[in-house]
Structures are given as structure tokens and as C-alpha cells.
T-cell receptor, first 112, second 112 residues
Framework: DTAVSQTPKYLVTQMGNDKSIKCEQN?????MYWYKQDSKKFLKIMFS???????INETVPNRFSPKSPDKAHLNLHINSLELGDSAVYFC???????????FGPGTRLLVL | QKEVEQDPGPLSVPEGAIVSLNCTYS??????FMWYRQYSRKGPELLMY????GNKEDGRFTAQVDKSSKYISLFIRDSQPSDSATYLC????????????FGQGTTLQVKP
């Protein structure tokens, strides 16, 4: 029933570790996104894929690598985690690029 | 200067009040304007989506866009305690990359 789902919901890890967050949408959308929301609730786009092709790649450290195995999935892998990576990461999807974006519930990442 | 400015609040009003939330922006290429509502520990959900200048009404919510002044507003009539949330304005430019630029969000509390 869930439109955009993310796993895990919470992630607590040590500095230097590598972790992945998974996102799946069952809306049949062509475009998927990753956003980062900091402690002040500011939401900023990181990446976007359209039909498995990377179309937005904001100024994000290359420790962050998105992967889209198919149109319904967009994963985010983070290498060598740092304290500043602690945030809530949201996945979203839309039918077309300028269309309504539907957000997942978020993954709360805490790096210790 | 951020592309989209939004007063973070918090804004506290009594139940039944009319709430006015606002954003200003600097990029005249923005063509699509949205308001998202985000409850605590949840993902943003779309409230209103407008393309052109003018008003759009949906129940107790009215979105207003003034492109000449680069100013958008969201009005909530007869506010309810269930409206207590963070309200984020967001915009997409005419390049149709799908990149949503968010305001910082305004935290609203409606007191019974």
C-alpha cells in the first residue's frame, strides 16, 4: 500500500563506517530523488534519477553514491561516514520532472 | 542569500484563527510553486501546487502567487490543532530539471 518506502527507518553507526539506505516506489513514476534534511529542517536535494539516468547531482561529497537498479528503486550508499552526515534522508518520486513529488517517511541517520 | 526565504517561526495561533504563511524568492525562472506540510518525524506531503500567478483554493487552504513581487503565500482558514506542523514552500524552475528548492519551513502551532 505504501507509495514511497525507505529502509531502514533509523540508522545509528560509527564514524568511518559505510552504510546504505534503500528506497522503493510503487507509483510507476519515472523520476526519483534523494534529499537531505538537516537539524534546522532545511531540505536540500542531493540527487535525481530519471529512468535510471542521473539527471541532478548537486555538490555532494563523492562519499555519497546513488544507484538506481531500476525505475522503482533508488539506493544511496555512503562511504566513510562523518559526524556531519547525521541528518534525515528523504527519498521522493514524481511522474515527470516538474510533477508532484511524493516523499518517503525518511531515514534518520546518526553518526557517532 | 538563499534562493527561497521563509521565516522559520515558530508561529503560534489560537484554534479558529486565519494563518498566513509566506515565502519570497529571488530566481525569476521559478515557474511551479508548491506548499508541503510536514508533521514531526514524517515525510513532507503536498498541500498545494500552482503554476501561474493568482489564487488557488482547496478547502480551508488558499495558495497565492505573485510573480511580479516574487512572493507566495499560503492561507489556512479556521485553523485546527491538527494543522500544527511545519509548512515548507518549494519551487521548480522552468528548466524542468525537477529540482525542488525549498524554503526553510515555518513551524506552526495551533492551540485549542
Amino acid at each position: 500500500d505504501t507509495a514511497v518506502s525507505q529502509t531502514p527507518k533509523y540508522l545509528v553507526t560509527q564514524m568511518g563506517n559505510d552504510k546504505s539506505i534503500k528506497c522503493e516506489q510503487n507509483l510507476g513514476h519515472d523520476t526519483m530523488y534523494w534529499y537531505k534534511q538537516d537539524s534546522k529542517k532545511f531540505l536540500k536535494i542531493m540527487f535525481s534519477y530519471n529512468n535510471k539516468e542521473l539527471i541532478i547531482n548537486e555538490t555532494v561529497p563523492n562519499r555519497f553514491s546513488p544507484k538506481s537498479p531500476d525505475k522503482a528503486h533508488l539506493n544511496l550508499h555512503i562511504n566513510s561516514l562523518e559526524l556531519g552526515d547525521s541528518a534525515v534522508y528523504f527519498c521522493a518520486s514524481s511522474h515527470v520532472r516538474e510533477g508532484t513529488q511524493y516523499f518517503g517517511p525518511g531515514t534518520r541517520l546518526l553518526v557517532l | 542569500q538563499k534562493e527561497v526565504e521563509q521565516d522559520p517561526g515558530p508561529l503560534s495561533v489560537p484554534e479558529g484563527a486565519i494563518v498566513s504563511l509566506n515565502c519570497t524568492y529571488s530566481n525569476s525562472a521559478f515557474q511551479y510553486f508548491m506548499w508541503y506540510r510536514q508533521y514531526s518525524r514524517k515525510g513532507p506531503e503536498l498541500l498545494m501546487y500552482t503554476y501561474s500567478s493568482g489564487n488557488k483554493e482547496d478547502g480551508r487552504f488558499t495558495a497565492q502567487v505573485d510573480k511580479s513581487s516574487k512572493y507566495i503565500s499560503l492561507f489556512i482558514r479556521d485553523s485546527q490543532p491538527s494543522d500544527s506542523a511545519t509548512y515548507l514552500c518549494a519551487m521548480i524552475d522552468s528548466g524542468n530539471t525537477g529540482k525542488l528548492i525549498f524554503g526553510q519551513g515555518t513551524t506552526l502551532q495551533v492551540k485549542p
